[in-house]
């Protein structure tokens, strides 16, 4: 599909609407059907991720894509296996956005990045509607979210790799993952620029987990040649995930096993090091250990970044098993 929607995007006109399934995965093969049994031959419907379809609708009927749009909820809304379900209303809900593209128009905007936002946006207004792209406000958090979810699909969110010094020896004693997004047309955007977005439109713990495989990955190339501690941030969203924390041990585990064979299950200290902000930290910092006690138990460490930034960095401490302890700058600066 995103194949086709390229050659589309290139060659002439047409139009995108991307549907996402509010609240429920339990009856996407059935919606699937009926879309594709009541929706126009010419328009081209896929499954796009694990809870949304994609429809694309060619150039002779790009003036009906907000009445397919709507169509696409009144289907899901009249759908059988929906009222056996516990679902509000006992109706299934869509939250759908769509946008037109043109090769000829010579700004010729991201129409992947436009839907995304349009269904955050729909999703913001309370969901069960259809929102088209080219009504929302520029820029706004939800286009932003809208690049970022693009970004993740297309594996550009990427690691920058940041040296940690000893300032007595001058040599690197280990390093820091930042994570950054790669534009389209190859510009660099710093995490500052996007994590906000991300935390409002919860895809931090998406973010947390590209750039812990990728931190992983690189751990097991650069063992042989510089073997040395590696930090990669989590936000608090990850810790709300504990199947992305069991897929981070299975990852680690196997990446272990390349490099030291003997140690692919026991608790050695391991040289991945899961670092935390402290204003991501949850108020209930049992809560917080009871999530990253399986990372502890495989023989990862801790460390606390921005210490001195809130006010219950000693109860972390105290509560919590920091092998690192990371300084708020303005700490150190005055």
């Not at 043109?102 to 969901?127: H, M, Q």
């Not at 439109?201 to 812990?212: F, K, M, P």
Request: net charge negative; hydrophobic share 45%.
């Amino acid at each position: 599909m995103l194949k086709l929607i390229g050659a589309k995007r290139r060659e002439g006109a047409g139009a995108l609407i991307l549907i996402d399934i509010d609240r429920l995965n339990h009856v996407i093969h059935a919606l699937g059907h009926a879309l594709r049994q009541q929706t126009h031959a010419s328009v081209c419907l896929a499954r796009w991720s694990g809870h949304e379809f994609m429809a694309l609708v060619p150039e002779n009927l790009i003036q009906q894509t907000a009445q397919f749009a709507e169509a696409f909820i009144t289907i899901a809304r009249e759908l059988p296996v929906a009222r056996s379900l516990n679902l509000p209303g006992r109706k299934l809900s869509l939250s759908i956005g769509y946008t037109r593209f043109d090769s000829s128009n010579p700004d010729n905007p991201d129409p992947l990045t436009e839907v995304n936002a349009a269904v955050y946006e729909a999703k913001r207004a309370g969901r069960n509607r259809a929102v088209d792209a080219h009504q929302l406000t520029k820029p706004s958090i939800y286009i932003t979210g809208g690049a970022l979810e693009t970004a993740l699909l297309e594996e550009r969110i990427v690691v920058a790799v940041q040296p940690i010094f000893d300032l007595k020896t001058g040599q690197i004693v280990a390093d820091e993952s930042l994570a950054r997004m790669i534009t389209k047309e190859g510009e660099v955007i710093a995490a500052g620029e996007f994590i906000t977005a991300a935390a409002s439109l919860q895809l931090a713990h998406r973010i947390d987990q590209s750039i812990i495989k990728q931190t992983i990955n690189y751990c097991v190339t650069s063992h042989f040649s510089s073997p040395r501690a590696h930090f990669v941030n989590i936000s608090g969203d990850f810790l709300h995930h504990p199947e992305l924390i069991e897929e981070t041990i299975v990852t680690a585990m196997n990446a272990c096993a390349c490099t030291h064979p003997d140690q692919a299950n026991a608790r050695q200290t391991k040289p991945l090091v899961i670092e935390i902000t402290e204003r991501e930290l949850v108020d209930d910092t049992l809560e917080a250990l009871r999530a990253l006690q399986p990372l502890i138990d495989f023989g990862l460490r801790l460390a606390l970044d921005d210490f001195g930034s809130g006010y219950s960095s000693y109860r972390y401490l105290l509560d919590l098993p920091f092998s690192f302890l990371k300084v708020e700058g303005e700490l150190v600066r005055h």
